[in-house]
């Protein structure tokens, strides 16, 4: 069956402009997350939802990021007033169930100028 | 602050011999743990995910854990140049609400 689908699958940006990232969950899957890597750094966890309900958002690294989910699938993460720092691969992932084995979609490598 | 800690290699294994991978982690809590693979400007794909003390064998692969000593491994049987990737290691806390606390991973290189 289908994977977990990201887009765009590359987004160049400039310093303080929005951005909004997909991602659009293995069917069924009631678990979504979002990870941040950075060139040469590990996956930074950032959110995650159960349904529609995101109980933890310390994760995410400042005001400036956002993240929502509707309808238990399709997700977006919004970064508001892009800094060069947060030029990363944004990557998403779902699970069968929280704390189930997750599975990871193609990433969205953003370059902020 | 949880961590899981990894060597960053690179780690370079003959062909056919064994890889064997390590990682270790801070949250005594831990109850779930996962090996992922990373080939270079791809995302990870699961290899191997461990909940028991012991070890969990699938075709060439074998993980270990040992939560007393809060330790878990990869082992790569009759290593192939396909296998050079990076290997990420994962856990996962048995409270919160939390996602996966990665390791940097561990570059291994199968030399032919």
């Known amino acids: 069956g289908a994977g977990v689908s990201q887009s765009p699958s590359n987004k160049v940006t400039e310093k303080g402009k929005d951005v909004e990232l997909r991602c659009d969950p293995i069917?069924?899957?009631?678990?979504l997350y979002w990870y941040r890597q950075s060139l040469g750094q590990g996956l930074e966890f950032l959110i995650y939802?159960?349904?529609?309900?995101?109980?933890?958002k310390s994760g995410l690294p400042s005001d400036r990021f956002s993240a929502e989910r509707t309808g238990g699938s399709v997700s977006t993460l919004t970064i508001q007033r892009t800094q060069q720092e947060d030029s990363a691969v944004y990557l998403c992932?779902?699970?069968?169930?929280?704390?189930?084995?997750?599975?990871f979609g193609p990433g969205t490598r953003l370059l902020v100028l | 602050q949880k961590e899981v800690e990894q060597n960053s290699g690179p780690l370079s294994v003959p062909e056919g011999a064994i890889a064997s991978l390590n990682c270790t982690y801070s949250?005594?809590?831990?109850?779930?743990f996962f090996w992922y693979r990373q080939y270079s400007g791809k995302s990870p794909e699961l290899i191997m995910f461990i909940y028991s003390n012991g070890d969990k064998e699938d075709g060439r692969f074998t993980a270990q854990l040992n939560k007393a000593s809060q330790y878990v491994s990869l082992l790569i049987r009759d290593s192939q140049p396909s296998d050079s990737a990076t290997y990420l290691c994962?856990?996962?806390?048995?409270?919160?609400?939390?996602?996966?606390?990665f390791g940097k991973g561990t570059h291994l290189i199968i030399q032919p």
């Open positions: 992932a779902s699970s069968l169930g929280f704390r189930e084995t997750q599975y």
């Open positions: 939802f159960q349904g529609n309900s995101a109980p933890d």
């Open positions: 069917s069924g899957h009631t678990a």
């Open positions: 994962a856990v996962n806390e048995g409270g919160g609400a939390d996602g996966l606390t």
């Open positions: 949250d005594r809590g831990s109850q779930s």
